[in-house]
């Protein structure tokens, strides 16, 4: 198929933007990116796309996922963290099934879809989920999912010693660390290699620090590659000060953690010394601004991460902390919470934000030589965004910016993945929506019930 007529980003090496551009797919691959007029005298047989003038973007990249907790969406909301925690979140993660884990994943991805986001990173899929439901998914819809499954052996959290996970998410080192293996034998590179299976390490001290070593030595024996959560809340950095003596980039480079292989997320409790180990050793990091805003959490030193050469992914985390999948929607809050707290006008541009969820998330992936720009020889993965059409994105005399500080997911109107359309008009062809919105209705009353959970807005209701 032959693209044409689109003002296509391509986030190469020169940062090229094509005006009346086009590009040729062949197969799942892009053969040839350049002008409309140029592509249509070299491949004149080759049917066509009219991309109308629309702006069209490398698939977005959310390196922070949380499949299992979009059925969970709205829950525990304004609560403070170790509340949200206890009284809700894993009170309903510890009793979800496989088939309520099926609704919630599909319900996800179909809205990631929707949104421009065409690869994920699942951090903790959890035994009770059921990994091959979610593989499942992944395969039907068409997107690119990297399947990080739970690996743990305590049910603790951080420096609260106190606070134990509900006990039906705790794993032993048999189910979660071997569980991993399993399932890496079983489903990485499936469906075309869209699917990959990741190690997705529980925080410190859910997981011994045997384990973790263990883990990261199979990591590298293996080519297997991990994820985890690291200093997220202030807690994780006492915990790893009072119980180590270290600081966590100290800790993580102590269990093998840091390096190329890994994704270590939020990262918001760092000094300028655990930025330094982050960019000699390699290691990626994935910001969730959202999430650590409505938690509380913080603010990730991103820019200061970013100029001491650390490679920045972006996440949008999970329905309860978030509450959305949008990642276009959170690229105007990681270029906007810098500037305020920095007061800084200049500190993290459109353009910087960009990157981090395309191509800065494709190398946190293991994928930057495959997705993350629109190139000769990469996956022809896409998002076609209208801005004409919308009140909102209008007027828009520079597509980055207006993507950036004004776009959300509704103004995505086609999705490439694999050189397969899978959103067409904004519409889903891979999957039914109507379909996934009533099995997701259906699926959090019944588990709700279950757990006696009760959402009710704190204003009266008459």
């Known amino acids: 198929m032959l693209y044409i007529n689109g003002t296509i980003a391509t986030v190469n090496a020169r940062r090229e933007i094509i005006k009346d551009g086009a590009i040729m797919v062949e197969g799942n691959r892009i053969k040839q990116v350049g002008k409309t007029v140029d592509l249509k005298k070299a491949f004149p047989d080759e049917p066509t796309y009219d991309l109308e003038n629309k702006l069209v973007i490398p698939g977005l990249v959310d390196t922070h996922v949380h499949l299992a907790q979009c059925l969970i969406r709205g829950s525990g909301d304004d609560c403070e963290l170790i509340q949200w925690l206890c009284e809700t979140i894993w009170v309903l993660q510890g009793q979800m099934t496989h088939e309520e884990t099926y609704a919630s994943a599909r319900l996800c991805i179909a809205e990631m879809l929707k949104s421009g986001t065409t690869a994920f990173l699942e951090a903790m899929c959890a035994d009770r989920y059921g990994f091959d439901g979610?593989?499942?998914?992944?395969?039907?819809?068409?997107?690119?999912?990297?399947?990080?499954?739970?690996?743990?052996?305590?049910?603790?959290?951080?420096?609260?010693?106190?606070?134990?996970?509900?006990?039906?998410?705790?794993?032993?080192?048999?189910?979660?660390?071997?569980?991993?293996?399993?399932?890496?034998?079983?489903?990485?590179?499936?469906?075309?290699?869209?699917?990959?299976?990741?190690f997705g390490a529980r925080t410190p001290p859910g997981i011994?620090?045997?384990?973790?070593?263990?883990?990261?030595?199979?990591?590298?024996?293996?080519?297997?590659?991990?994820?985890?959560?690291?200093?997220?809340?202030?807690?994780?950095?006492?915990h790893y000060r009072e119980n180590h003596n270290m600081r966590p980039c100290e800790f993580a480079q102590h269990v093998g953690l840091l390096g190329d292989q890994s994704v270590l997320v939020h990262m918001v409790w760092?000094?300028?010394?655990?930025?330094?180990?982050?960019?000699?050793?390699?290691?990626?990091?994935?910001?969730?601004?959202?999430s650590n805003s409505k938690l509380a959490s913080?603010?990730?030193?991103?820019?200061?991460?970013?100029?001491?050469?650390?490679?920045?992914?972006?996440?949008?985390?999970?329905?309860?902390?978030?509450?959305c999948y949008d990642l276009i929607q959170e690229m105007k809050l990681a270029a906007l919470i810098h500037k305020a707290v920095s007061c800084d006008p200049v500190t993290m541009p459109a353009e910087t934000v960009l990157e981090m969820a395309t191509i800065n998330g494709a190398k946190a992936l293991g994928l930057e030589h495959e997705i993350g720009s629109l190139e000769p020889g990469k996956k022809a993965d896409?998002?076609?965004?209208?801005?004409?059409?919308?009140?909102?994105?209008?007027?828009?005399?520079?597509?980055i910016s207006t993507l950036v500080y004004a776009a959300i997911g509704q103004n995505v109107e086609t999705v490439v993945i694999d050189g397969r359309v899978v959103v067409e008009k904004g519409?889903?062809?891979?999957?039914?929506?109507?379909?996934?919105?009533?099995?997701?209705?259906?699926?959090?009353?019944?588990?709700?019930?279950?757990?006696?959970?009760r959402g009710q807005p704190k204003w009266p209701i008459v």
Request: glycine content about 8%; hydrophobic content about 35%; aromatic content about 4%.
């Open 134 to 198: 979610i593989a499942k998914a992944v395969e039907e819809s068409g997107i690119r999912g990297c399947i990080g499954k739970i690996v743990m052996d305590v049910g603790k959290y951080a420096s609260q010693n106190a606070l134990t996970m509900h006990p039906g998410l705790i794993e032993t080192r048999e189910q979660s660390l071997l569980g991993v293996l399993k399932m890496h034998e079983k489903w990485h590179g499936k469906a075309n290699d869209r699917i990959h299976v990741w």
């Open 208 to 238: 011994s620090v045997d384990l973790l070593k263990e883990m990261t030595q199979l990591s590298r024996e293996r080519g297997i590659r991990i994820t985890m959560h690291c200093a997220e809340v202030q807690a994780d950095q006492v």
């Open 270 to 290: 760092l000094d300028d010394v655990d930025i330094k180990m982050l960019a000699e050793t390699g290691t990626h990091v994935s910001h969730n601004p959202s």
């Open 298 to 323: 913080g603010v990730a030193p991103i820019p200061r991460m970013i100029e001491a050469g650390v490679n920045v992914g972006l996440g949008c985390d999970g329905g309860p902390s978030n509450n």
């Open 382 to 399: 896409f998002v076609v965004l209208d801005f004409e059409s919308k009140l909102h994105t209008n007027p828009n005399p520079n597509p």
């Open 427 to 453: 519409e889903l062809l891979t999957m039914n929506e109507e379909e996934i919105r009533s099995e997701a209705r259906r699926h959090a009353d019944a588990l709700y019930n279950r757990a006696g959970f």
